[in-house]
T-cell receptor, first 114, second 114 residues
Framework: GENVEQHPSTLSVQEGDSAVIKCTYS??????FPWYKQELGKGPQLIID?????GEKKDQRIAVTLNKTAKHFSLHITETQPEDSAVYFC?????????????FGTGTSLTVIP | EAQVTQNPRYLITVTGKKLTVTCSQN?????MSWYRQDPGLGLRQIYY???????DKGDVPEGYKVSRKEKRNFPLILESPSPNQTSLYFC?????????????FGEGSRLTVL
């Protein structure tokens, strides 16, 4: 099956600096790559996603890049703010006849230091 | 308010005592799925359903059952819980049954099996 690896597991940055989280996947059938943010005590929330036919997508301070050949994708957060502190999960999805099968990374705990 | 509701939110039970975690969504979503979250392992998909009466196994289905008799409900059944099923469980739904769509997560159900 699919294997998604995520690094680093923890990341501390100064407010205003950039943060980068990287993920790799193993199954070339994966064609949808969402990123979720989880705040303490809550369920994950989608922050950005990218499809396999797109190389880069940006939404204000957040961007995602995808390299299909190398099977890796990354989340970039610029001008970090304390409210960006949370756990971030990458995911890869394979669309099967019975629906979407999702594989998540192990998470990155981001701390933005004021 | 659009939401995914899980019950119970917290449960302590004993090995072998059957339990059901309910999940209900009010967004008329076709796709629903269950995940477990464990420290260091991220989110792992247990089961998913692209529509009524259509369900399939995720990455870690052993020890779990599901049913999808109505569009809005997707209960997770543990027929004979064991301590290794102690975990934080999330239900999620999406409008996209077979494509690219945001997962809306519930608040989570923390289960402890003694």
């Amino acid at each position: 099956g699919e294997n998604v690896e995520q690094h680093p597991s923890t990341l501390s940055v100064q407010e205003g600096d950039s943060a980068v989280i990287k993920c790799t996947y193993s199954d070339s059938a994966s064609n949808y790559f969402p990123w979720y943010k989880q705040e303490l005590g809550k369920g994950p929330q989608l922050i950005i996603d990218i499809r396999s036919n797109v190389g880069e997508k940006k939404d204000q301070r957040i961007a995602v890049t995808l390299n299909k050949t190398a099977k890796h994708f990354s989340l970039h957060i610029t001008e970090t703010q304390p409210e960006d502190s949370a756990v971030y999960f990458c995911a890869a999805s394979i669309i099967r006849n019975t629906g979407n099968q999702f594989y998540f990374g192990t998470g990155t705990s981001l701390t933005v230091i004021p | 308010e659009a939401q995914v509701t899980q019950n119970p939110r917290y449960l302590i039970t004993v090995t072998g005592k059957k339990l059901t975690v309910t999940c209900s969504q009010n967004m008329n979503h076709e796709y629903m799925s269950w995940y477990r979250q464990d420290p260091g392992l991220g989110l792992r998909q247990i089961y998913y359903s692209m529509n009524v009466e259509v369900t399939d196994k995720g990455d870690v289905p052993e020890g779990y059952k599901v049913s999808r008799k109505e569009k809005r409900n997707f209960p997770l059944i543990l027929e004979s819980p064991s301590p290794n099923q102690t975990s934080l469980y999330f239900c999620a739904s999406s409008w996209a049954s077979g494509g690219f769509g945001e997962l809306f997560f519930g608040e989570g159900s923390r289960l402890t099996v003694l």
